[in-house]
């Protein structure tokens, strides 16, 4: 089975360990596409030097962000089984061979993930979290996915760099980029994993396929990137759609509401638009308790709306901080 391994690349200091990582895999059958949304010449310098016929290098207009770059590689690509690396991460030497062999096995499948190390900017593992024993196989409905997720407030499954994407499975871009018609930019893998799981089942494999870099200078750290925080309202985002779609459980939506809950009060301070949401956790409440579905309603659409605009406003008020990083290449 072939695959398309897509890096959306902007920065130098770790694409070139990201390449090598693939090159160095235990199967063949893969095309190399990095798309460099840099402001320079040093990612290319970098991809230059490994003068490797694998490799098709291509550019973006020039710091066009991170989903623009997954978009343009999705549309470049030219096979159905998509692997996602980030220009930060790393595969281990087995991982083709092994989420390929998951996919040949489960055909239905819209994706096979791993497990994967956290390691630091040094490349020292840090955390190794698992969610199966070592050597299980586990198929996952989109029930068991909501649960494993939206119920519990945490990504249990991992990043992009664990993931092999199947889109003969009916796959869009979409599934990246957006849930339930509302565009996600923080938590864009856990929007993946419910958007998927709808269209075939996911199935996990308890081996390690990748490591997972945590630096300063990524888009998940919480002091780094604005539109971080507006993962915290994602989830709730999350949680009305899968318990209008029944795929929670009244307990399970409880479960998830009562950690957004605990959650949001510490972070009021800097993201005071979780108010708006806040103000309508008893009524949300009420109704999971009653077990009426109808909880992604006009109301919420109008709160995300607004605690949307509130967060892009934030980041226009941060792009000073964001071009001067952007200037030395950090970000």
């Known amino acids: 089975m072939s695959v398309s391994v897509l890096i959306p690349a902007y920065r130098a200091k770790y694409v070139g360990q990201a390449i090598a990582s693939v090159l160095a895999q235990g199967y063949e059958d893969y095309e190399l596409l990095v798309n460099d949304d840099s402001a320079g010449d040093e990612v290319k310098a970098v991809v230059d030097r490994f003068a490797d016929p694998r ?22 690509a030219r096979h159905d089984l998509i692997k996602y690396l980030f220009d930060d991460d790393l595969l281990l030497p087995h991982a083709l061979p092994e989420l390929v062999a998951q996919m040949e096995a489960h055909p239905r499948a819209s994706f096979v993930f791993g497990h994967r190390d956290i390691i630091d900017d040094g490349g020292r593992v840090t955390a190794e979290p698992r969610l199966l024993g070592a050597g299980k196989v586990a198929v996952l409905e989109p029930e068991k996915m909501a649960e494993l997720t939206v ?31 509302m565009p996600v930019e923080s938590l864009t893998d856990v929007a993946f994993f419910l958007n998927a799981s709808r269209k075939g089942p996911a199935v996990g494999i308890g081996k390690t396929v990748s490591q997972f870099r945590r630096h300063a200078n990524q888009n998940s750290t919480p002091g780094f990137h604005p539109l971080f925080h507006k993962g915290l309202f994602e989830w709730e985002l999350f949680l009305r ?5 029944g795929r929670l459980t009244p307990e399970q939506a409880l479960a998830g509401l009562g950690r957004l809950e ?6 009021l301070g800097r993201i005071p638009e979780l108010g708006l949401f806040t103000a309508g956790h008893p009524a949300l409440k009420a109704k999971i308790q009653a077990g009426e579905r109808d909880v992604f309603d006009d109301a919420f659409r109008a709160c995300w709306d607004e605690a949307s605009a509130a967060a892009t406003a934030r980041v226009a008020r941060e792009g000073t901080r964001l071009q001067a990083l952007q200037a030395t290449g950090e970000l």
């Open 55 to 76: 490799i098709r290098y291509s550019r973006t207009a020039g710091r066009e962000g991170g989903a623009a770059n997954a978009r343009q590689l999705w549309e470049m």
């Open 151 to 181: 119920s519990t407030v945490r990504n249990l499954i991992g990043e992009y760099c664990n993931l092999l994407m199947n889109r003969a499975a009916g796959l869009v871009l979409d599934d990246l980029l957006a849930y339930n018609g």
């Open 241 to 245: 759609g899968e318990f209008a779609g």
């Open 262 to 267: 605990v959650a949001y009060p510490n972070w």
